[in-house]
């Protein structure tokens, strides 16, 4: 069965960082480009970033230049985020999925809040 796992996600003060990580299984890790999604409360998911596995190239465009950075370790199955300069606007519920059309069906996500 393919799962993608987030964690990682917290309370944190404007400013402050977090690291979320992206545990998948069930497929080939290499095979895939796997990306992070966001959505704030009232609005649309939204894409952050992505990046192919095998060769930890960026995939698609990064929404949130500057301020967070995506990487791998093909050794753990794992994509992280490394979020950095919090704002409150990125207060949502973040997500991992394989990008393209093997992408399946959303988990839980985890829960970003950045307090003022």
């Known amino acids: 069965e393919v799962q993608l796992q987030a964690s990682g996600g917290g309370l944190v003060q404007a400013g402050g960082s977090l690291r979320l990580s992206c545990a998948t299984s069930?497929?080939?890790?290499?095979?895939?480009?796997i990306g992070w999604f966001r959505q704030a409360p009232g609005k649309e998911r939204e894409r952050i970033s992505c990046?192919?596995?095998?060769?930890?190239?960026?995939k698609c465009g990064d929404s949130v230049k500057g301020r967070f950075t995506i990487s791998t370790d093909s050794r753990k199955n794992t994509v992280y985020l490394q979020m950095n300069s919090l704002k409150p606007e990125d207060t949502a519920v973040y997500y991992c999925?394989?990008?393209?059309?093997?992408?399946?069906?959303w988990g839980q996500g985890t829960l970003v809040t950045v307090s003022s």
């Open positions: 069930g497929f080939t890790f290499d095979d895939y480009a």
């Open positions: 999925n394989i990008v393209g059309p093997n992408r399946v069906p």
């Open positions: 990046i192919n596995s095998y060769d930890r190239s960026i």
